[in-house]
């Protein structure tokens, strides 16, 4: 693994389940697509941006189900160019290069995806788009919020991101002196801003956590539940 980069980025624990969604394409992408299953607002979608493992993996689909569940349509674009990161990484920490793997899925690679799918599901008559980004799809999920597409923004152990501009670069991960940076940038930000903290979770505890630990299990639970709350309050 290159310095720099968590391992806990390319580690976790598979859940399991059956995902209910189906793949179509929106835009000429790949998507996941979690639909409620009764009466829902359509001009509403929640853009679920992944991590390194993308639809692939079951934990993603299962988590864009239960965001339908609860009365949105979820989306989950394939914003890794179905280049994901193999699940069989969980079983081998430290040996996956994701340093070189991120070197090839800059925002050169993500911009356009995200861009078509937003452009399709407008066409369809989407107005307000929400956002939940986890680990390598924060920065995805902040720069449709720079460009007020999204107007909802939530997200979960976010990685690549620098706190004092809250650019799409700089540190890998988000550590207690970030946080307590983005609070004092946010703190008078009049729509609303809210951080949460879980404690006893790692990286990557809001997709991937071990939900045998009872730390991770509430956290994982309380990050989903404050997600949909703020989705409920500003989508």
């Known amino acids: 693994m290159s310095e720099g ?140 919020a720079y460009s007020n597409t999204s107007a909802v923004t939530v997200v979960s152990h976010p990685s690549l991101l620098k706190p004092e501009s809250l650019e799409l670069r700089g540190r890998p991960q988000f550590p207690p002196d970030f946080q307590a940076k983005s609070d004092e940038i946010f703190k008078g930000f009049a729509p609303g801003y809210e951080r949460t903290y879980w404690d006893g979770c790692t990286h990557g505890f809001a997709v991937r956590g071990d939900m045998s630990d009872p730390k991770v299990k509430a956290g994982k639970e309380g990050a989903f539940e404050a997600a949909v709350k703020f989705f409920k309050k500003h989508l």
Do not use: M
Not at 42 to 59: A, C, H
Not at 92 to 106: E, L, N, Q
């Open 5 to 144: 980069l968590c391992q806990h980025c390319v580690s976790g624990v598979r859940h399991e389940g059956t995902p209910e969604g189906k793949i179509e394409k929106i835009g000429g992408i790949e998507c996941y697509v979690a639909t409620p299953s009764g009466d829902y607002d359509k001009t509403k979608v929640v853009l679920f941006l992944t991590d390194v493992f993308g639809i692939p993996l079951n934990n993603n689909k299962l988590l864009a189900d239960t965001f339908a569940s609860n009365g949105y349509k979820t989306v989950i674009p394939d914003i890794l160019s179905n280049d994901a990161v193999a699940e069989d990484a969980f079983s081998a920490p430290g040996k996956f290069d994701i340093g070189a793997w991120f070197a090839s899925h800059g925002p050169d690679v993500w911009k356009p995806i995200v861009d078509s799918v937003v452009a399709a599901l407008k066409a369809e008559g989407v107005t307000r788009i929400g956002t939940t980004g986890y680990c390598f799809g924060a920065p995805p999920a902040l720069y449709l």
